[in-house]
């Protein structure tokens, strides 16, 4: 059972860079077809999928936070991690990193989901 | 991108009740590319049902989902005391996957 856990700072400050990573377990982020990303929700926006990666390296970005959001992976560690600039209020969030189903299709809904870190963006 | 509307906001059922969600495109996602996921307070969503009809791993037959095109269902057969939570659906037609707004179903 693939596992996913998130960590970050749980405040920053606006204008700052968010970083956030996603450990996985019980199973491999270099697996074939599964691809990893983040998803975000607030209360003001609900749910939005910010970004996505495959072991390859090829990575998938929401264009209305493209400028400002990295995705990245480490294989060797298993995890994968997510880097925003220059955050607003608007950023606040749970946010949650995610597995995909696993057709191989970089568009494939959500299955498996870490339980989520707060984010607060607040000077 | 597309923009997915649910309706109702909220539903308001007893336990036993049959409970119907939808769920709006605004383009036609086809007959595959539509998902549902149930919120529980304080969880992270969990996937229900995914290709419109599928269900997800461990998912109970009580849940069913339909539809194609623009228009889709969630039904819920008999609703149980767990079956009480938030339900979003989530289109992957086509970048950006969109989410949406949600509908509450709550005990009567």
């Known amino acids: 059972q693939v596992l996913l856990q998130e960590s970050g700072p749980g405040l920053v400050k606006p204008s700052e860079t968010l970083s956030l990573t996603c450990a996985v377990s019980?199973?491999?982020?270099?697996?074939?077809?599964?691809?990893w990303g983040w998803v975000r929700q607030s209360p003001g926006k609900g749910l939005e999928w910010i970004a996505s990666?495959?072991?390859?390296?090829?990575?998938y970005y929401n264009p209305s936070l493209k400028s400002r959001v990295t995705i990245s992976a480490d294989t060797s560690k298993n995890k994968f991690s997510l880097r925003m600039t220059s955050v607003t209020a608007a950023d606040t969030a749970m946010y949650y990193c995610?597995?995909?189903?696993?057709?191989?299709?970089?568009?494939?809904?959500?299955?498996?989901w870490g339980q989520g870190t707060k984010v607060t963006v607040s000077a | 991108e597309i923009v997915l509307t649910q309706s109702p906001g909220t539903l308001s059922l007893s336990p036993g009740e049959r409970a119907t969600l939808s769920c709006r495109a605004s383009?036609?996602?086809?007959?595959?590319?539509l998902a549902w996921y149930q919120q529980r307070p304080g969880r992270a969503p969990r996937l229900l049902m995914y290709?419109?009809?599928t269900r997800a791993t461990g998912i109970p037959d009580r849940f069913s989902g339909s539809g194609s095109g623009t228009d889709f269902t969630l039904t819920i057969s008999s609703l149980e005391p767990e079956d009480f939570a938030v339900y979003f659906c989530l289109q992957y037609a086509s970048s950006p996957r969109t989410f949406g707004q949600g509908t509450k179903v709550d005990i009567k």
């Open positions: 019980g199973g491999s982020i270099s697996s074939s077809g599964f691809y």
């Open positions: 995610t597995r995909d189903l696993g057709s191989g299709w970089s568009e494939e809904a959500f299955d498996v």
């Open positions: 290709g419109s009809s």
């Open positions: 383009q036609s996602v086809g007959s595959r590319y």
């Open positions: 990666i495959y072991h390859s390296g090829n990575t």
